[in-house]
């Protein structure tokens, strides 16, 4: 098993940055691909960011392209999201996600670990 633990959401203003962590346990290396994925309140829960155990592969949804940048810390067991130009529609809570299987970019990463999430709110 692995465990996941977010942190850093909080209230923010249009256009501010907020930098979320994730830090992970157990059995950490049966894990290939780490993540994180959103759900606003009356949607889904999709899927925002995506980093290869090595950190050489990195994956976005389109809508957060050049705004988040997703990178680990091996040593430290954690993952982070760097958020920048928050916009209102990046309202959602947070999901840090861990998966046993490589993704390289197509679909949707398969994720088998999930942590309680992060609420992040982005004020206009």
């Known amino acids: 098993q692995v465990q996941l633990v977010e942190s850093g959401g909080g209230l923010v203003q249009a256009g501010g940055s907020l930098r979320l962590s994730c830090a992970a346990s157990?059995?950490?290396?049966?894990?290939?691909?780490m993540g994180w994925f959103r759900q606003a309140p009356g949607k889904e829960r999709e899927f925002v960011a995506a980093?290869?155990?090595?950190?050489?592969?990195?994956y976005y949804v389109d809508s957060v392209k050049g705004r988040f940048t997703i990178s680990r810390d091996n040593a430290k067991n954690t993952v982070y999201l760097q958020m920048n130009s928050l916009r209102p529609e990046d309202t959602a809570v947070y999901y840090c996600?861990?998966?046993?299987?490589?993704?390289?970019?197509?679909?949707?990463?398969?994720?088998?670990?999930w942590g309680q999430g992060t609420q992040v709110t982005v004020s206009s």
């Open positions: 996600a861990a998966g046993r299987r490589s993704y390289y970019g197509s679909g949707v990463p398969t994720m088998d670990f």
């Open positions: 980093i290869s155990w090595s950190g050489g592969r990195t």
């Open positions: 157990g059995r950490i290396l049966s894990t290939n691909t």
